[in-house]
């Protein structure tokens, strides 16, 4: 069972920025991957970024550009760098990891952009 931590959220004002943390209990260069995903109220949750054990990055074509998911093996945490927030960023993020063919989820961290 892998457990994942995030931390990092709050308010911010438009065009401002942020940085998540995602803290996991294993070695994450183990795993297949890592990601963060979003769910903003009333909507679906929508996938942002993943880095894989390789450290190929993909990110979702919105966040392209504004931001940057990073690791930190001896910590065994991912980060979510987030610039020039928008208010349409306002969402609960999770951080997911990928490993021996299961996925798991952290419980999420608050991220609110005001206008």
């Known amino acids: 069972q892998i457990q994942l931590v995030e931390s990092g959220g709050g308010l911010v004002q438009a065009g401002g920025s942020l940085r998540l943390s995602c803290g996991a209990s294993?070695?994450?260069?183990?795993?297949?991957?890592m990601g963060w995903y979003r769910q903003a109220p009333g909507k679906e949750r929508q996938w942002v970024a993943s880095m894989y054990n390789s450290g190929t990055t993909k990110y979702a074509d919105s966040m392209k550009g504004r931001f940057t998911i990073s690791r930190d093996n001896a910590k065994n945490t991912v980060y979510l760098s987030m610039n020039n927030l928008e208010p349409e960023d306002t969402a609960v993020y999770f951080c997911?990891?990928?490993?021996?063919?299961?996925?798991?989820w952290g419980q999420g961290t608050q991220v609110t952009v005001s206008s």
């Open positions: 997911n990891a990928q490993f021996r063919g299961h996925t798991f």
């Open positions: 294993g070695t994450i260069y183990s795993y297949t991957f």
